[in-house]
């Protein structure tokens, strides 16, 4: 079981980002991909799930509204989508199969720069 992040990003304040994870190893559809990020200094943050099946999510309260998880199942893939992006958003993004409420196997991380 493998899940394949894309790389760095680097935006200004008010844009946009959309960073993958690519799963291979498993049926896709079997598990929850959760999405959770970690900005220097802090620790681990809980953003919300997609069920990749139905594609059906769920979002922290913090996050509604302003991210959205897609799935897309012909290329086991799935997608974190993040507007109005503010410094505070400067972190490494992870996304991770889910199990039985339990995080599994994690993705390498995605860092995303917000800097004007």
């Known amino acids: 079981v493998q899940l394949v992040q894309s790389g760095a990003e680097l935006r200004n304040p008010g844009a946009s980002v959309k960073v993958s994870c690519k799963a291979s190893g498993y049926t896709f559809n079997d598990y929850f991909i959760d999405w959770v990020r970690q900005a220097p200094g802090q620790g681990l943050e809980w953003m919300g799930r997609?069920?990749?099946?139905?594609?059906?999510?769920t979002y922290a309260q913090k996050f509604q509204g302003r991210v959205t998880f897609t799935a897309d199942t012909s290329t086991s893939t799935a997608y974190v989508d993040l507007i109005s992006l503010r410094s505070e958003d400067t972190a490494v993004y992870y996304c991770?199969?889910?199990?039985?409420?339990?995080?599994?196997?994690w993705g390498q991380g995605t860092l995303v720069t917000v800097s004007s």
């Open positions: 997609i069920d990749p099946e139905d594609g059906g999510t």
């Open positions: 991770a199969t889910e199990r039985s409420g339990y995080l599994e196997v």
